[in-house]
């Protein structure tokens, strides 16, 4: 039996996306975008104003930042799980492997309302999705290259799985922090 490998790929991210993660983003307010369900979060913040060891970005707000990461890591908002989605998930690779325009915490400008973030979202996992879209058996079979760091040698194939449980995993993990603000004890 012969299977294209491409497309089950792009298939099983493009499935997840469709028909699980985007829709409940669907209706996301900044209030939920922004929500800090315990003290401490990190978040996307104004600019100037976050307590975090570091804070990053170029524009009107910064994402809340450490390197090293803390141990244990502090709790992450909605905000802040979609920033790492849409540069460290789908920009940066895009960047890396299709062409897509350069990406990095740094330089990136962070959205400050649900709507401008889902933008940015929609529109990285576009190029993520039509690079994938185009690897084909050659393209997922050569090696990652110096973008992927220890992971150079690695094949695309490889590359594209983790980013799909990457995705799946931290698309999760909005759904749950939208279901606890919607349940969120009133006082």
Do not use: K
Not at 4 to 18: A, F
Not at 95 to 107: C, L
Not at 110 to 138: F, I, N, P
Request: with cysteine; glycine share 10%; charged share 20%.
């Amino acid at each position: 039996m012969d299977i294209d490998w491409n497309s089950q790929l792009h298939e099983q991210l493009d499935w997840h996306w469709q028909h699980h993660l985007r829709p409940r983003l669907d209706g996301l307010t900044d209030e939920e975008y922004l929500w800090e369900p315990v003290a401490g979060c990190w978040n996307v913040r104004p600019l100037g104003t976050s307590t975090a060891p570091m804070a990053v970005g170029s524009g009107e707000f910064t994402i809340d930042f450490a390197f090293p990461e803390p141990d244990p890591a502090p709790v992450t908002t909605i905000a802040w799980r979609m920033a790492h989605i849409i540069v460290g998930i789908f920009g940066q690779r895009a960047a890396s492997h299709f062409g897509g325009p350069a990406m990095d915490y740094e330089t990136f400008a962070y959205a400050g309302t649900a709507a401008s973030a889902l933008e940015q979202l929609d529109e990285g996992y576009r190029r993520w999705s039509e690079g994938v879209r185009e690897l084909g058996a050659d393209g997922l079979g050569r090696p990652c290259g110096e973008a992927e760091g220890p992971f150079a040698e690695h094949s695309m194939a490889e590359l594209v799985l983790h980013i799909n449980r990457e995705t799946i995993h931290h698309g999760a993990e909005l759904c749950l922090l939208r279901d606890l603000h919607l349940h969120r004890p009133s006082g």
